[in-house]
Every structure is written in C-alpha cells, then in structure tokens.
C-alpha cells in the first residue's frame, strides 16, 4: 500500500515525540526525528532510549537498526512535520510556548509547498492559529492557512496526545485521535497522516476546539480528583473514613468518585486547567477552585505529620513511595516529593524514604542530611510513624502485622 507521506519529521523526542516517531517508523515511513538535546540523539542512533516507557527500547532498536527512524540535531525536509514539545507554565501559572516557537521556527527554513505542520503539545486555545503567523513571519515566500485558507501552500493542524505514561505504545494506536485543522484540508491531511497506525477512531473537527478538548478532558479529571480530595478533608474533619463513604456512594449507579490522595502530580493534570484559567478568568471559576484543592492538599498532610509526631515521642517517619502516581519511576511534580521536602526542613526530624522503582534520591531531595532512601522492611521498622505517600504494588502486599502499634498516615487508602 502507498503510503500517503514519504516521509515525516518528528520535533522533539520526548515521552510522546519518541513513541510517535518509532510507531510511525515501525509502520515503514521514513522518520526523522529532531532533538536538542545531543544525549538523546546520540542515544537514538545507537538503537537506545533516554526514557522510560515499557517495550519502547525494542521498537526504537528494531526500527533504527533497520533505517527507518533516524535522529539528527536540527531539522531537514520532510512532507510532514509533527511537533511534540513541553508546554510547562511560568511561575505565574501563564503558559510557556518558548519551547513551541522555537520549534516552529527551527522548522521554518525546510519547509516546502504542500508540507503539513502538526501541533500535538498540549497547548492554550489559538496556539496552532500562532503558530501559522510564525511560520508566516519567517517564510514570506509561501502561504499559510490565516492568509490563503484552504489554498494556502503549508496546511496546519492540532492533534493532541492522550496517552498514559506507562501504556503509550498501546494507547498511541488504539485511542481515538482529535483531528483539530486550520482547514479543511489540513483536517484531511492530518487524518490520513495519523491512519498510518490509529486503529481508534480519527475524529475531525478545527484547531481551537482541538486545543480545547485537551484542556477539558485533564481539567474534568483534575476537578473530580479536588472532589475526592475535598471529601478527604471533609471526612477528617467528621471522622467519617472517606474511602469507604466513596466505595458506598460509587455503588449509586451514576456516582463515580475518584480517589483522594496526597495531591496531583504530573506534567499534565496540575498545569493544563491553568492554561483554561488564564485564558478566562472570570469564567474559569471551578477550574481554579480545584487546583487550589489538589494544590492545598500536600500542606494538608504535613499539618497531619506535624500533629501526629507531636503524640509521639519518636522523631523518625518512613515516607513510603516518591513518584507522582503508583507504579512508575517518574518523580518529577510528585507530591510525595514536595511532602518529603517539606518535612525535611525539620532538622529534628529523621526521614526513611522508600521508593521501590528508584535506585537514587531525586535531585531535588539528594544531599538533605536528615532524608535517606531505605528498604521498606528498614524504614517501617525504625518508625513509629508511617507516612504512606504512593499506592505502588508493593506496599498492598506489604504484611501489615509490621504497622502494629505505629501511627499510621495513609493518604491513599492502601490499608485500610
Ligand atoms: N490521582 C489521584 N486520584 C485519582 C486519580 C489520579 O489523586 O483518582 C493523581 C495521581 O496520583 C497523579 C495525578 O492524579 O498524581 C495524575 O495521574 P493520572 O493517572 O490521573 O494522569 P497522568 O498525568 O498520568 O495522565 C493524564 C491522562 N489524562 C486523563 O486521564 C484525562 C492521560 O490520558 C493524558 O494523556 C496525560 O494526562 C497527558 O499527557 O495529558
């Protein structure tokens, strides 16, 4: 079968750029991919990855050994470019799009007349619609879609990603794919660019409704995670245990509460909703509550350290688990850490950190003198309180026998 791109660059070999490229190249299309980062190209080109995602490392050695994905430092001509880039926010909670303008215009300088140019980073409604005036800046000689509509020599789209760390070599083929055109036709390029390995369904609509439903569907769970959390609170306060008054009411058949925990953490849930709220304030007054709440919710459990350790005598808490959800080794905007942090500022404190998928501390944490990592048959047993931070496997099957006589934190509802 014809394949309708000869060949597709992919921008940035990230958590979604990197699993993109190698299912695209598995698929025989010609793929480069572009990063600047020296590490991960070098990486790349010798069959290897600098990430971690389960059966990655295998389709990236198998498709670079056999020539169809190779990786380069700056961009060269391809039919279609699909940019996968981080859109993290400032200090001020306003979106960063540094890193998607720099794609875009690193691109600039290769791109010829019939070329599709995709936005998959999640990003703030009238990014992709920028984005065409960018490009437009640079390339006086060709056409864009906010200047020729359909006719325009470069057509554009938003197509955003929804995968799940932990299963994207699965999701990224079989989950449904928001097909957002500038127009018509980049709508149609773009489907038949992603029909290549989307065996889900490819569902066209425009570029400002596509960045929107990215933001919604991380929002709607954000709010429903304050929800749970707010409930959490709620319980605490009425001595009511929150995780059997949500398994009761989820029995309704059309309640589905989430589960509370330590806070939201990730690259995606705890910034996206902020994107919605900076673009509209006013409006955006639920959205902004619940970040509150999910943000709030780490310095809720400190306060419950801190009123713990204050009845007992010892000064050592076992923290069990760091990443930012259950089973994974990624620890970045984790709540756990933040907790952990936090706590370590107490220099009479004693910390036993317990992170079964991590061999080292994170560097936000390596070198706090009253912090280690431990075993977690050590830490629980030189503790008397016990901070549960991370549902992970592990801990499920832990012997609660060892908690006995401890105070015990569980901000995930593993033991009850
Ligand atoms: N969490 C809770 N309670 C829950 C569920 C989650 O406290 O009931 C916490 C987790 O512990 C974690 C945070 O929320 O700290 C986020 O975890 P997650 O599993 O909800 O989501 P992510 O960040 O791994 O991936 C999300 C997904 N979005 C949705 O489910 C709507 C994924 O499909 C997106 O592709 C991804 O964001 C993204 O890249 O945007």
Known sequence: MKLPFDKISVIGLGYIGLPTAATLASRGVTVIGVDVSPKAVEAINQGRIHIVEPDLDAVVHQVVGAGFLRAVAKPE???????????????NHKPDLSFVEAAAKSIAP?????????????SPVGTTEKMSQWLAAARKDLSFPHQKGEKADIQLAYCPERVLPGKVLQE???????????????TQMATDLYKIFVTGQCLPSNARTA???????????DVNIAFANELSLICAKLGIDVW?????????PRVKILQPGPGVGGH??????????????????????????NDGKPHRVIDQVKAALKKTRSRTVACLGLAFKADIDDLRESPAVEIVRELAKDKKLKLLAVEPNVKALPASLAGLPNLH???????????????LLVNHRSFYEMDRQKLKGKTVLDTRGVWR
Not at 110 to 122: A, D, F, H, R
Not at 172 to 186: C, H, S
Not at 212 to 221: Q, Y
Request: aromatic share 4%; hydrophobic share 45%; net charge neutral.
């Open 373 to 387: 990592l431990a075993e977690l048959d050590e830490a629980v047993k030189k503790s008397q309180v016990v901070l």
């Open 244 to 252: 059997e008054l949500i398994e009761l009411a989820n029995h309704h």
């Open 77 to 91: 001509p391809a039919d279609a470019f699909v940019l996968a880039v981080p859109t993290p926010f400032k200090g």
């Open 172 to 186: 990224l083929v079989q989950n449904d794919r928001i097909i957002g055109g500038l127009t018509k036709k980049a």
């Open 110 to 122: 290769v791109l010829k007349k019939g070329n599709l140019v995709i936005l998959e980073s999640t």
């Open 211 to 221: 960045e929107m439903a990215k933001l919604t569907e991380n929002s709607f769970r």
């Open 268 to 293: 995606c849930i705890a910034v996206d909703p902020w994107f919605i709220v900076d673009s509209t304030p006013k409006e955006a007054r639920m959205i902004r509550t619940a970040r509150e709440v």
